[in-house]
């Protein structure tokens, strides 16, 4: 196989007209005369440019207006896997809602000219958006970041600036005057109903949930936490996550772990490696396999013993940690066995989770019955971190809990805390 070598295009003479050439893509471009100071810059400036735009001639030929909108999205894809790569070489979620509104306007306008993108194309996009059932909050973001990519290809040099200007002409939906439906806010769940749903919790999230109450920790980041990035050197602890919400915006984030939470993180602390998860499945998954053996009526003479059943290639395998799809899972899965759901919604004897899930999907009916009783029984596990805003707002002062969830502007932190009817209260009851 022959070696990959990534040369540039070479400096040449093009002897009947005695100019210096380069060529880009199987096309010449001449660059004044041969071993002239103006040649030598004219390559420079070329391959520079070249370079920058992924080795391709669009819009470094002038009148060069053939770029469609599906080789626009794959040119930015391109880019969007450089800038939002994290540090461990995985995707952020960013990336992911970038192609989400991404396969929206491809549906519609895949064949299209990029700089024939209009603002009534950004209206249907829209319009397509509202149709999936996406939220308003949601469809706003999309449109948001379908203007960003065609403001990239205005700094890369593809598309007219007018493209741009035009679809930032766009507004967004507002509350009320749309056809999108509206998403609920998160509010604080009870304390009782967690603790309620916590004995059906296996020990490791069992901890993450208590962990996270405490603390005001974001999902992600309980979920992440090694037991090298935990300092334990003060009376109170102070783990500092190696990748959160805000780390390619250059700050910082501290979670303090005080004595409550050390006594839950305490046992989950003891293995050597310390870039080990303090929360892994495959732990959970064996201490479930000792539980259920140590109820093990057969036998060990009579059926399988421990280990012979054993598929070597099982479609299911345990993590090292969890990640926030599985954290929240395993507490949903928790909430629906602490408050199980009345026939037909819930499990028959002897039903598998999937073949539940199997047969409540086949009916749209049981699908919106069970999501209306999931809505009112159930919880998630970004409300522990709005309860515990709330707390701390309460027994201190807002600026105690902003401090507490890592914002920078106390802003951001009165949507996660939630309103204090006491004092209006109080208010009422002396004057009204």
């Given amino acids: 196989m022959p070696r990959l070598v990534h040369r540039h295009p070479k400096y040449r003479p093009h002897r009947p007209s005695g100019q210096a050439r380069v060529t880009l893509n199987g096309k010449d471009f001449y660059l004044g005369p041969w071993k002239s100071e103006a040649s030598h810059a004219n390559y420079d400036r070329l391959i520079a440019e070249w370079i920058a735009n992924g080795r391709s001639l669009h819009r470094l030929e002038k009148g060069s207006t053939d770029l469609t909108v599906v080789e626009l999205f794959d040119r930015f894809l391109i880019h969007a896997k450089g800038e939002y790569m994290r540090s461990d070489g995985s995707m952020s979620t960013e990336f992911g809602l970038y192609k989400d509104a991404i396969r929206i306007a491809n549906a519609l306008y895949a064949d299209s000219l990029a700089a024939g993108f209009t603002p009534l194309s950004l209206r249907a996009c829209q319009s397509k958006m509202i149709e999936k059932g996406w939220t308003r909050g949601t469809v706003n973001k999309a449109v948001s970041r379908l203007k960003h990519i065609w403001g990239w290809a205005v700094g890369e040099q593809l598309i007219d600036p007018m493209v741009h200007h035009g679809l930032c002409c766009v507004r967004g939906l507002k509350p009320g005057r749309s056809e999108a439906r509206e998403s609920e806010p998160v509010r604080p769940v009870d304390d009782a109903i967690v603790e309620a749903t916590l004995p059906y919790c296996s020990p490791p999230v069992k901890a993450m949930v208590q962990l996270q109450r405490l603390t005001g920790a974001r999902p992600g980041e ?120 009345p026939p037909p919604l819930g499990r028959n004897p002897g039903e598998t989770w999937e073949e539940w899930r199997t047969r409540i999907k086949a009916s749209p009916e049981l699908t919106e019955e069970l999501a209306k009783w999931q809505k009112e029984h159930c919880w998630h596990v970004h409300q522990l971190r709005h309860s515990a805003a709330t707390q701390a707002k309460q027994e201190f002062d807002l600026d105690a809990a902003r401090a507490m969830l890592g914002h920078k502007h106390i802003n951001m932190t009165e949507r996660y805390v939630d309103a204090d009817s006491t004092l209006a209260r109080k208010v009422a009851a002396k004057i009204g």
Avoid at 245 to 265: A, F, M, V
Avoid at 269 to 277: G, H, Q, S, V
């Fill in 222 to 341: 309980i979920c992440q936490m090694r037991i090298g990035d935990i300092d334990r050197s003060g009376k109170e602890w102070i783990y500092k996550p190696r990748r959160h919400k805000n780390t390619h915006r250059g700050q910082d984030r501290s979670i303090y772990i005080g004595p409550k939470g050390q006594e839950i993180l305490g046992p989950f602390l003891l293995k050597l490696n310390p870039e080990a998860f303090c929360f892994s499945p495959i732990e959970a998954d064996r201490q479930r396999r000792e539980e259920k053996h140590a109820r093990r009526k057969t036998p060990l003479n009579a059926g399988n013993s421990p280990g012979t059943n054993v598929r070597k290639k099982p479609k299911w395998q345990p993590r090292d940690h969890y990640d926030t799809g599985t954290y929240n899972k395993s507490v949903r899965r928790a909430c629906l066995k602490a408050f199980p759901p």
